[in-house]
Structure formats: structure tokens, C-alpha cells
């Protein structure tokens, strides 16, 4: 029996992307999308290319339409993988920050994937197998300005997938962080803004300062990774028999990274633990 994969928000860029890496692979993939408009879009792109998903409704940033997708999911069976990749991306200075942009960022990237994971995982545990991935990005451990919320909830959802890693080993569940970088999509043009924010208002001039500098320099013409490198990252962090926590994607996010002194961020290694040993009894240190 082939293995099944849940990819949220599969309809277009990183998750198109997935989908078709994983079915290439021989896996069956259950994928979600917003609406009746983009399942009926992803439908006709598969039957196009001679392929077949089974489609789900799942607007996350609803609570009751999350909750319903659950209960779909599970009647097609328990998946073995889930891929969390369904976002919102919201810009615009804190002060902007209405509550509808707020209810927005953080129900469709917190809210949502954890109502997704809560129904879900008792059955992984129960099982002792499974993978999740849930996608995060460079503003996952980093930030700029204009990008508060989007990047809040993405520390958030690292948060969670860094204690879930925990929890879950013991039942036999991997969980993974995959943290792309710029990436050749249509993500920007679908990105939204806080009322208020534009050309010639407050904080305008350092966003469009900041992006300027960053459109010649680390997301200069060829350093947008393709969509196909991130999927490919994903289905590694989902079947690699030497499970990472997180899986850094893009060079721009590498870079980040390095300056930012992300190694110490990593999971516990054998330094740490040695370290924890010797201030619970400096007489045990080696």
C-alpha cells in the first residue's frame, strides 16, 4: 500500500511543488486548498499532467473549516506525513498592526496548523510512526522591520515544532522545521498589507529602503531558490534515515543564519547535554 502525505495549501509554489515530489516518489497525497475556486484550479493542473490527488477544503485562518478538513482527512485515512505549508504573509509596521491583520497572520499560521496537528497526531502516537514538516522561513528566527507579525508567527510555529521534536520522539514520530529563503513563487504578489501602510506614510520609506537594498545584495537575480529545491528539502526532512530538526533552504537563508549565530539554536547536542550534567552536579563534570 503506498504511503500518504497531507500537504496544505498544495495549489500553487512550494506546495504544487510537493505534491508532485512526493507523487513522482509513488506516495498518494491528500491536499488542501482555501476554496471551491482553487480546488477546482488544482484539479484541472493535475488531470493536465496525468495525476490524481485527493482534494480537501481547508481555509486554516477557520476555525470550524479546519476542524471539518480533519475530520475528511481521517476518513481517508491517517496520513503517514503531514506538511504544513499553507500561509498568510501579512506587511506593515507593528503600530498598523488591526485586528483583522493580527486574527489573519496568526490563525492561518499557528492557529490553524495546531488544530491540524491536535487532530492528528493521537493517531501518529497511537501508530508509533509519522513525519511532520512544517514550513517556516529566515523570519523564523530573524526579523525586520515591517515584517512583525508574519515573522512572530513563525517563531511560533518554530516553538512548537521544537518542543513537539521532543515530545514525539519517543513514539517514533519526526518532526521537522524547514526554513526557506527567498524563493521563486508568486508568495510577494500575494502578500497583504496593515491598513494604513503605503508609499508616503510612516515606515514606508525604510521598508522600501531596506527591500531596495535587499533586491541588489542577498535576493539579487538568481538567489531566488526554485520551488523544487525547498519540495525536494521537504521530502528529505520526511524520509531521510538521519533525522534533522531543521533544514535551512537558500542561500540568503544561510547567510542569515550565519550572521545571526543560528547555531545556537540547534537542537540539544552533546555539548549541551554535558553542560546541563555539570550544573546539576559540578562533581559528575568530565
Not at 146 to 165: F, P, Q, R, T
Not at 190 to 199: A, E, I, R, S, Y
Amino acid at each position: 500500500m503506498a504511503k500518504k502525505v497531507l500537504i496544505t495549501g498544495a495549489n500553487s509554489g512550494i506546495g504544487i511543488a510537493s505534491l508532485r515530489t512526493f507523487m513522482l516518489d509513488g506516495w498518494d497525497v491528500t491536499a488542501t486548498v482555501r476554496s471551491d475556486a482553487r480546488a477546482a484550479e488544482l484539479g484541472d493542473l493535475l488531470r493536465d499532467e496525468g495525476l490524481a490527488a485527493e482534494i480537501v477544503l481547508c481555509d486554516l485562518s477557520d476555525r470550524r473549516a479546519t476542524d471539518t478538513a480533519v475530520a475528511t482527512i481521517l476518513q481517508g485515512g491517517v496520513p503517514d506525513v503531514i506538511v504544513n505549508n499553507a500561509a498568510a504573509t501579512v506587511f506593515g509596521p507593528v503600530e498598523l498592526a488591526d485586528d483583522a491583520s493580527i486574527d489573519l497572520q496568526f490563525e492561518t499560521n499557528l492557529v490553524g496548523p495546531l488544530r491540524l496537528l491536535r487532530g492528528l497526531i493521537p493517531h501518529f502516537r497511537v501508530r508509533g510512526s509519522g513525519a511532520i514538516v512544517n514550513l517556516s522561513s529566515a523570519w523564523g528566527f530573524t526579523a525586520q522591520e515591517c515584517v512583525g507579525l508574519y515573522a512572530a508567527s513563525k517563531h511560533a510555529i518554530e516553538a512548537v515544532s521544537e518542543a513537539l521534536y521532543y515530545e514525539l520522539q519517543p513514539f517514533n514520530v519526526r518532526v521537522a522545521i524547514v526554513e526557506p529563503g527567498r524563493t521563486a513563487t508568486s508568495a510577494r504578489e500575494k502578500l497583504l498589507l496593515t491598513p494604513g501602510f503605503g508609499p508616503g506614510t510612516p515606515y514606508w520609506g525604510a521598508f522600501a529602503e531596506r527591500n531596495a537594498l535587499l533586491d541588489t545584495t542577498i535576493w539579487k537575480d538568481g538567489w531566488a531558490e526554485d520551488p523544487r529545491t525547498v519540495a525536494n528539502t521537504i521530502f528529505a526532512a520526511a524520509t531521510t534515515s538521519t533525522p534533522a530538526l531543521r533544514w535551512l533552504v537558500g542561500r540568503d537563508t544561510q547567510l542569515v543564519a550565519r550572521l545571526r549565530g543560528r547555531d545556537a539554536l540547534d537542537t540539544y547536542d552533546e555539548r549541551s547535554l554535558q553542560a546541563l550534567r555539570e550544573l546539576a552536579d559540578p562533581a559528575k563534570a568530565e
